[in-house]
């Protein structure tokens, strides 16, 4: 099993940064993509930014230019920091990974898909 930590969430005033942080764990061979996704009250869980194993990253256009998506594949870590925050990015922030896990099964090494979710950390900034 693959647990995802989050930390770094908490109450800002408009204009100002947060950064987030999540700390991947468990029998894993290797992490493929990691990512922020966050759900605000009332509204679906949407995408916010991913990064791949390369370093390639994409962003939702509400956040271009304002959040940054980072990563340290020896800690297993992803990172979000989030400049020039709105009140309408408030809601709970959530880490996603997904690759692969590995387990000696029988005395042979078995590889295994996996997809991860944090619990969440909640963001609220205010107006």
């Known amino acids: 099993q693959v647990q995802l930590v989050e930390s770094g969430g908490g109450l800002v005033q408009a204009g100002r940064s947060l950064r987030l942080s999540c700390a991947a764990s468990?029998?894993?061979?290797?992490?493929?993509?990691m990512g922020w996704y966050r759900q605000a009250p009332g509204k679906q869980r949407e995408l916010v930014a991913t990064i791949t194993s390369g370093g390639t990253t994409s962003y939702a256009d509400s956040v271009k230019g304002r959040f940054t998506i980072s990563r340290d594949n020896a800690k297993k870590t992803v990172s979000l920091q989030m400049n020039s925050l709105r009140p309408e990015d408030t809601a709970v922030y959530y880490c996603?990974?997904?690759?692969?896990?590995?387990?000696?099964?029988?005395?042979?090494?078995?590889?295994?898909?996996?997809?991860?979710w944090g619990q969440g950390t909640q963001v609220t900034v205010s107006a």
């Open positions: 996603h990974a997904d690759g692969l896990t590995t387990a000696q099964v029988l005395g042979v090494t078995r590889l295994d898909p996996f997809g991860s």
């Open positions: 468990g029998s894993i061979f290797s992490i493929n993509a």
